[in-house]
């Protein structure tokens, strides 16, 4: 597989250059092994931006997953990427760096 264009910090220059093979080379780079709840977050975040050209906030990714996992799940997007949803759920998805985001 070819790499897509990165920017300094590992992010997509362009997103649409994102495929499920670049997900998976970035989450093993992140030592992150991608089960169905990755995948789920991971395609609402591509689905959000293909509407919006904007990565999705935090809180709407864990709106989505409490829907379909229930209100206990409030954190889950925390569990499945621990080192940050924009170091690690928004890079995997393929998103650019948001701008004015902490990387944490």
Not at 16 to 25: G, I, Y
Not at 90 to 96: E, H, Q, T, V
Request: overall charge negative.
């Amino acid at each position: 597989m070819q790499q897509p264009e990165i920017d300094g910090e590992g992010y997509l220059i362009e997103p649409n250059s994102w495929n499920e093979e670049v997900a998976k080379e970035f989450a093993k780079q992140e030592n992150i092994e991608l089960v169905e709840d990755h995948w789920d977050a991971i395609n609402f975040m591509r689905g959000y931006y293909a509407e919006h050209q904007i990565a999705p906030d935090v809180r709407h990714v864990m709106k989505h997953l409490a829907e379909r996992l229930g209100p206990d799940s409030r954190n889950r997007i925390f569990e499945l990427f621990p080192y940050g949803y924009v170091k690690q759920a928004c890079k995997i998805a393929g998103m650019k760096r948001p701008r004015g985001w902490s990387t944490g």
